[in-house]
Structure formats: structure tokens, C-alpha cells
């Protein structure tokens, strides 16, 4: 089991240059978890790419609903203190600190592609990229 950032899930199901490593990520382990979060900011970088042009309706309905189908059942609602401490301890958002107080919450690691959330909880994320490629 990892926990996934909002990024991490949109690199699966939106196309793009992180694709390749997020398949390899969910190949390696396929038990996703994350924050009730990601899905409301999922919905929000959906957004961005319909006004933009890069996606159409269809599209976009498409891949939420493949994520969401994907994360049901593993999502989480986090203890409002322990995400706190995380920011405490750092620079991060409230909403990147979810993800991090979730991982330490599960005994795990986030996958993220977060350079901040890389730097300031090195021992609770571990980047995408490097994830993908462990043996």
C-alpha cells in the first residue's frame, strides 16, 4: 500500500509526459490510498484542462469516473492535529500536508511528484519518478 497524491492519480488517468511513471508506480504496488482531498482537486485540474482545450467533456467525464472507480473504498479522512504538525514542521500547504500526515498515519510512503513535499518530509515521500524505478 502507498499513498498518492491528487498529482500522482492525475498522471494515471490524464495523458501525459508523467504517464508511463505513474502505470509503472500502480504496477509495482496497486493499492492506492489517499486523502478525501484528491478528489475534489482532482475535479479542479480537470477543470483547468477543459478551459484550456487540452481535454474535451467526454474526456474529462471519463477519467474521473476511471478514478474514482479506482480510489472507492480507499480514501481517507485524516485527523485535522496530525496534519497540523505537518505544517508546523514545514512550508506546505494544509492540503500536501494530508497526504503526508496520511503516510505516516499508514506507516507508509507518499508518491508524489511534489518537489516541496520531497524536500521538507524526505523520510515520508518518495518522488514518482524514483518510485517507478525501484527494483
Known sequence: MIVVDVNTIAYLWIPGELTHFAEAALRKDAHWVSSILWKSEFRNILAGYL???????????????GA?????????????????????????SAYDCEYVALAQDLGTVLV?????????????????????RRE
Do not use: N, W
Not at 478551459?51 to 469516473?65: H, M, V, W
Not at 508524489?112 to 517507478?132: M, Q, V, W
Open 112 to 132: 508524489t511528484s511534489d518537489k516541496k513535499i520531497l524536500a521538507e518530509f524526505p523520510r515520508l515521500a518518495l518522488s514518482l519518478r524514483t518510485f517507478a
Open 51 to 65: 478551459r484550456r482545450g487540452q481535454l474535451d467533456t467526454p474526456s474529462a467525464d471519463r477519467c474521473l469516473e
Open 68 to 92: 474514482e472507480s479506482q480510489m472507492a473504498s480507499h480514501e481517507y479522512a485524516i485527523p485535522s492535529l496530525l496534519v497540523m504538525q505537518k505544517v508546523a514542521q514545514s512550508s506546505c
